[in-house]
């Protein structure tokens, strides 16, 4: 079936340091992809999507690029900071479901000044 | 940006009684509204879809008789909790889809955390 997976947390960075989060699907379709953001106390935020193959979202400084052939969705940002911190969820929407959201298991980031 | 809001954003409540969260799409007109229960450091899981006017579409193992929702118009969905146990002490987060713009995308509210004593 369609699922989502992404690394398990938490992560700890240092500000400024370099951020990967590992996202891989599994679908039946043609998916578009996305990346949420979830701050404390609070529900979950758009924060960049994809699509298509080959397509790269970015926003505030994150980025992601749409890899059919490896199925992947990694988000990244070369400098973070403490306001970073928060739960990164991956999804994926598949419009022949009637644009049903599968989500993966959240990954944790905390920055540390 | 579209925005969604749900209430209450806290409720606390007795075993047997039963709970009510609203979901508001505050700026746009929602024709499908999303259901979805977050246990604690685990993912989102869909609940059920409901679209204006229709019934709602429950996912497998969500029980229809325990979770009813009601989409009455094309800004405000429920659902409610009847009977709540403990168990279904949860965070409760509804999403929506806007009636025009891009298909695949869904707006979130704050969520909804129950605790059932």
């Known amino acids: ?113 | 940006g579209a925005v969604v809001s749900q209430h209450p954003s806290w409720v606390i409540c007795k075993s047997g009684t039963s709970v009510k969260i609203e979901c508001r799409s505050l700026d746009f007109q929602a024709t499908t509204m999303f259901w979805y229960r977050q246990f604690p450091k685990q993912s989102l899981m869909l609940m059920a879809t409901s679209n204006e006017g229709s019934k709602a579409t429950y996912e497998q193992g969500v029980e229809k008789d325990k979770f009813l929702i009601n989409h009455a118009s094309l800004t405000l969905s429920t659902l409610t909790v009847t009977s709540a146990h403990p168990e279904d002490s949860s965070f409760y987060i509804c999403s929506a889809r806007a009636r025009t713009g891009p298909q695949e995308t869904q707006y979130f509210g704050p969520g909804t955390r129950l605790l059932v004593l």
Not at chain 1, 4 to 11: K, L, R
Not at chain 1, 14 to 35: D, M, R
Not at chain 1, 66 to 82: A, D
């Open chain 1, 1 to 113: 079936g369609d699922s989502v997976t992404q690394m398990e947390g938490p992560v700890t960075l240092s500000e400024e340091a370099f951020l990967t989060i590992n996202c891989t699907y599994t679908a039946t379709g043609y998916p578009s992809l996305f990346w949420y953001v979830q701050y404390p106390g609070e529900g979950l935020q758009l924060l960049l999507k994809a699509t298509k193959a080959d397509d790269k979202g970015s926003n505030k400084g994150f980025e992601a690029t749409y890899r059919k052939e490896t199925t992947s969705f990694h988000l990244e940002k070369g400098s973070v900071q403490v306001s970073d911190s928060a739960v990164y969820f991956c999804a994926l929407n598949l419009a022949n479901t009637g644009n049903q959201f599968y989500f993966g298991t959240g990954t944790s980031l905390t920055v540390i000044p």
